[in-house]
């Protein structure tokens, strides 16, 4: 039906594909108000906008990105070189590509704001084709990187208003020395690192089965309870006393979660080892975002050091990225009342141009077409222009 254009309905037409929406008038207006009050507030924090490609080779765009990333970009043939080149699912890597070029000393603040698309929804009520947001800082091994991207999330949570805000905190390097101790084939791994994900209890237990390490099936059981207030690092201190990696990657969440309910005391924080959710080149503490209502992460991101590596800069990395268009459709923004416009007639008075020109410097002006009458306009605009007794245009309200 649909490998002949012409045998298309008009409803096949109109129709997108699932996961894909456009916006349209006031909507689109409103995303692009909330685009540039986000870039005015990451700019005032010190960070510098970039605007990658939003297609490049393959190899490029997935280097040190993992398997989960690969199979959400849609590849496409180059025409001219033959090679194969992929849609950005996600601005993280590029990021990273980006500032590995650059070659620049300490810190190096990055922020981005662009369309991304992905071959399947990361769940039931997520787009396949995010307007993606996001900050990255480079060059900073120290916990003061995460608290401060953890914090610039916040801020741009609290200046959309999406309330209330409850955030999960955990750590990678956990789970990865679990991993790596448990000794699971790829197969069980991946199996146990998705039972993880949704804290699917039995299907953990069944696999912790297959560990031989008594100790580490104890580990593996363990990490579904260990979520809950920041008393719960107490308890997981207890259990990985003899793990020195995992009690300083512990340290590391209890010193951020510290800082951070300090200064966002509204907001609830909880310890959550199973939260890995996302995709894989994570490397060290994570965070998710969650708001009331919604069963997925409105924010989240993590650290990622050495993804730069392959572009022969591997550099300490942390940042987040969030959904524009879910961030709009959430948060509870107080918008601007926009004015109507005022309608100038279909005239070729050069007196009439100068008016419009200069009317235009602050207010929005529709000259009517041929054919158009006011009565079209009158939804839409309150004032027009008319002459006065001496021949000036003037504005007056429209009747």
């Known amino acids: 039906m649909f490998g002949d254009p012409g045998s298309l309905s008009a409803s096949d037409l109109w129709l997108l594909p699932d996961g894909v929406e456009e916006l349209l008038p006031p909507e689109a207006m409103r995303v692009e108000e909330l685009r540039r009050r986000l870039l005015d507030l990451y700019h005032s924090w ?23 990333l690969e199979l959400q970009t849609f590849k496409v043939t180059d025409q001219l070189t033959g090679r194969m080149m992929g849609v950005r699912a996600d601005m993280t890597p590029q990021a990273s590509r980006i ?13 981005y704001l662009g369309s991304v698309l992905r071959t399947k929804p990361q769940n039931m009520l997520s787009s396949r084709s995010p307007i993606q947001t996001g900050c990255e800082l480079f060059g900073v ?57 949704h804290k699917a209890v039995p299907e953990i237990n069944d696999i912790a089965t297959l560990i031989t390490d008594p100790q580490v099936q104890e580990y593996v059981r363990a990490l579904p309870r260990l979520a809950g207030g920041l008393d719960k690092l107490s308890e997981a201190r207890e259990l990985f006393s003899g793990e020195p990696d995992v009690l300083a990657a512990l340290d590391e969440m209890l010193k951020v979660s510290e800082m951070v309910a300090a200064r966002y005391p509204e907001v609830e924080i909880c310890i959550d080892l199973c939260e890995l959710r996302g995709f894989n080149y ?6 998710a975002a969650y708001t009331s209502g919604l069963g997925q992460a409105v924010a989240q991101g993590g650290r990622y050091d050495g993804v730069g590596r392959e572009f022969g800069n591997a550099r300490p990395a942390t940042g987040f990225s969030v959904d524009l268009k879910a961030l709009f459709r959430l948060g509870q923004t107080a918008w601007k009342q926009e004015s109507k416009a005022v309608l100038a007639p279909n005239e070729s008075d050069p007196g ?19 054919g158009e009458s006011k009565e079209q306009w009158k939804p839409y605009c309150d004032r027009e222009l008319v002459k006065d007794e001496t021949g000036s245009w003037v504005v007056n309200k429209l009747v």
């Not at 500032?99 to 922020?111: L, V």
């Open 46 to 68: 010190g960070y510098e906008l970039i605007v990658p490609p939003l297609i490049e080779y393959l190899e490029s765009l997935l280097t040190g990105a993992g398997r989960d």
């Open 99 to 111: 500032d590995a070029r650059s070659q620049r000393d300490g810190a190096n603040r990055i922020c």
């Open 141 to 197: 091994a120290d916990t003061a990187a995460d608290i401060e991207v953890i914090s610039l999330m916040l801020e741009t949570l609290r200046l959309t208003r999406v309330s209330p805000i409850h955030m999960d905190i955990a750590h990678v390097g956990i789970y990865q020395l679990i991993q790596k101790k448990a000794a699971l084939s790829p197969h069980d791994s991946e199996l146990l690192l998705n039972a993880l994900k």
């Open 282 to 287: 994570h490397t060290g503490l994570v965070f």
């Open 352 to 370: 009439l141009w100068d008016m419009i020109a200069d009317l235009r410097t602050t207010e929005r002006v529709v000259q009517l077409m041929p």
